[in-house]
T-cell receptor, first 111, second 113 residues
């Protein structure tokens, strides 16, 4: 699986958009980009994934650059409940292989 | 859908005893489940991959005789921490592979005294 790099922490004001970047410059052509988050003392929660095209669901949007070397997770209207550690993972799938977690980004949403 | 449960949610045991943690897929069948361990302020570390009806595959550095994994049915995998020591105190999380993504359990907090 390709290595990913994320900033260790970010702050966001409640109600504003949170944009979380991820670098995956060594990603291969058939590796997907997955995003999970972990709220304190809970199991990780799936957010979204994509291969080449931008994706949107009820939780977030995923913007992948044309060269696929980086991506951005967008939470359009962050709430206090979005405070969590966000993990960007590049892995083979649809039916994913093992998920190897990096250190992620600690997002703090502030009132 | 794709709900994964773990039992117990927390457990305290004495050093030298064994502890079993259950991971269940509630509304789907999971041929593959994964076990992770997470120490405070650290990321999740994959311990092993559990395949129904076959032996688990352990990651490098994880002792298979200490962390016994059994995946006897399509909805249940168990992790037994044998002869637990204080350094085994951690947050243990399982996940199950679905068609779309991996669903994670809520985790089990193990404290060894």
């Amino acid at each position: 699986d390709a290595k990913t790099t994320q900033p260790p922490s970010m702050d966001c004001a409640e109600g504003r958009a949170a944009n979380l970047p991820c670098n995956h410059s060594t990603i291969s052509g058939n590796e997907y980009v997955y995003w999970y988050r972990q709220i304190h003392s809970q199991g990780p929660q799936y957010i979204i994934h994509g291969l080449k095209n931008n994706e949107t669901n009820e939780m977030a949007s995923l913007i992948i650059t044309e060269d696929r070397k980086s991506s951005t997770l967008i939470l359009p209207h962050a709430t206090l409940r979005d405070t969590a550690v966000y993990y960007c993972i590049a892995t083979y799938g649809g039916s994913q292989g093992n998920l190897i977690f990096g250190k992620g980004t600690k997002l703090s949403v502030k009132p | 859908g794709a709900v994964v449960s773990q039992h117990p949610s927390w457990v305290i045991c004495k050093s030298g005893t064994s502890v079993k943690i259950e991971c269940r897929s509630l509304d789907f069948q999971a041929t593959t489940m994964f076990w992770y361990r997470q120490f405070p302020k650290q990321s999740l570390m994959l311990m092993a991959t559990s395949n129904e009806g076959s032996k688990a595959t352990y990651e490098q550095g994880v002792e298979k005789d200490k962390f016994l994994i059994n995946h006897a049915s399509l909805t249940l995998s168990t992790l037994t921490v044998t002869s637990a020591h204080p350094e085994d105190s951690s947050f243990y999380i399982c996940s199950a592979k679905t068609l779309a993504n991996n669903s994670f359990g809520p985790g089990t907090r193990l404290t060894v005294t």
